[in-house]
C-alpha cells in the first residue's frame, strides 16, 4: 500500500518545478535575445541602445538568478547559453567603448559562463575588424588583433579538456584571420 497524499504532493510539486522550469526557459531566451542585439548594436555604433539592452539583459540574468536555485533549475541548458552571451555582449561592449573587460564578479557569473563567452567575443571582435577595415579605419584593425593576440595568450594557460575546447580553438582560427587582415591592409599601405 502507498500513501495517496505523498503522490498529490508530488503531482503539485512536479507542477511547480515545471512551471518554474518553462519561466526559467523563457527568460533565458529573453537575456540570450537582448545580449545578440546589444552586440549589434555595438556593430552599427549605436552605443546607447547597446546599452538599454545590455543592462535590460542583466535585470533578466538576475531574476534567472532568483529562479534557479534549485540544482535542477541551474542545470538548464538554456541558462548556461544565456549568460554565456550576456558576458560576450558585456565583454563587447566594454572593448567598444575603450574599457576593460569586466570581471566574473562584477557580471555575477562563475568561470563556467565567463570563459566560454569571453571566448566567444573574439568572433564579434574580427566581425568588427572586418567592419572597420571595410571602412578604413585601420588602426582599428591592428588594435583588435593585438587585443585578440594577448587574449589568446592568456587562454592559452588554460587546460581545455571541457567541453568548451571548441569555442578556445575558434579563437586560433579567428586570430589567423585577423593576422592575415592585417598583412593585407600593411601591404595596401605599402602600395
Excluded at 161 to 178: G, Q, T
Aim: proline share 2%.
Amino acid at each position: 500500500m502507498f500513501n495517496k497524499t505523498l503522490f498529490t504532493q508530488l503531482r503539485k510539486d512536479f507542477d511547480k518545478f515545471d512551471k518554474s522550469r518553462e519561466n526559467l526557459i523563457a527568460l533565458s531566451r529573453s537575456v540570450l535575445k537582448k545580449s545578440k542585439n546589444s552586440i549589434h548594436a555595438c556593430h552599427r555604433g549605436d552605443l546607447m541602445g547597446a546599452k538599454k539592452l545590455l543592462d535590460s539583459a542583466k535585470l533578466g540574468a538576475n531574476k534567472i538568478r532568483k529562479l534557479a536555485k534549485t540544482a535542477h533549475l541551474a542545470t538548464v541548458g538554456a541558462v548556461e547559453d544565456a549568460f554565456e552571451e550576456y558576458v560576450e555582449a558585456s565583454c563587447f561592449f566594454a572593448y567598444c567603448n575603450g574599457r576593460a573587460l569586466p570581471s566574473p564578479k562584477s557580471l555575477n557569473v562563475d568561470m563556467h559562463s565567463y570563459l566560454p563567452g569571453i571566448c566567444d567575443l573574439v568572433g564579434e571582435l574580427f566581425r568588427k575588424a572586418m567592419n572597420d577595415a571595410i571602412k578604413g579605419n585601420y588602426d582599428s584593425v591592428f588594435k583588435i588583433k593585438d587585443f585578440v593576440t594577448d587574449l589568446y595568450a592568456e587562454l592559452m594557460q588554460f587546460d581545455w579538456r571541457s567541453a568548451h575546447r571548441r569555442k578556445f580553438d575558434s579563437i586560433k582560427y579567428n586570430l589567423e584571420k585577423l593576422e592575415d587582415l592585417c598583412v593585407q591592409l600593411k601591404l595596401k599601405r605599402m602600395g
